[in-house]
């Protein structure tokens, strides 16, 4: 199977920074679109940003835009989120995701697979 690691989360004050890592094995990830989503507790997963690896754009949701930016490295197979002026509300286990297609979408539905999880943070 395609495997997928997060790391990098932590525990960061309001308004600092954290950069999360996505390593991946198993398969080339040429043909797929990648995205990182995060869950609250008591809330449903949300997507936060992606990309095609083959595709110029990328994509954010609002409440990132601007805070938050993806990027990848094909060499080390490794997709990566940095997040800088971290709020409160962004607190949440993030994930990274592979949708088997060269379309980025917002469901987590359309993803066929995922990491385990990266716990972040954001407090006083």
């Known amino acids: 199977q395609v495997q997928l690691v997060e790391s990098g989360g932590g525990l960061v004050q309001p308004g600092g920074s954290l950069r999360l890592s996505c390593a991946a094995s198993g398969r080339t990830f040429s043909r797929y679109a990648m995205g990182w989503f995060r869950q609250a507790p008591g809330k449903e997963r949300e997507f936060v940003a992606g990309?095609?690896?083959?595709?110029?754009?990328?994509y954010y949701a609002d409440s990132v835009k601007g805070r938050f930016t993806i990027s990848r490295d094909n060499a080390k197979n490794t997709v990566y989120l940095q997040m800088n002026s971290l709020k409160p509300e962004d607190t949440a286990v993030y994930y990274c995701?592979?949708?088997?297609?060269?379309?980025?979408?917002?469901?987590?539905?359309?993803?066929?697979?995922w990491g385990q999880g990266t716990q972040v943070t954001v407090s006083s």
């Open positions: 990309f095609s690896w083959s595709g110029p754009r990328t």
């Open positions: 995701a592979a949708l088997l297609g060269v379309v980025v979408t917002t469901n987590t539905g359309d993803y066929d697979y």
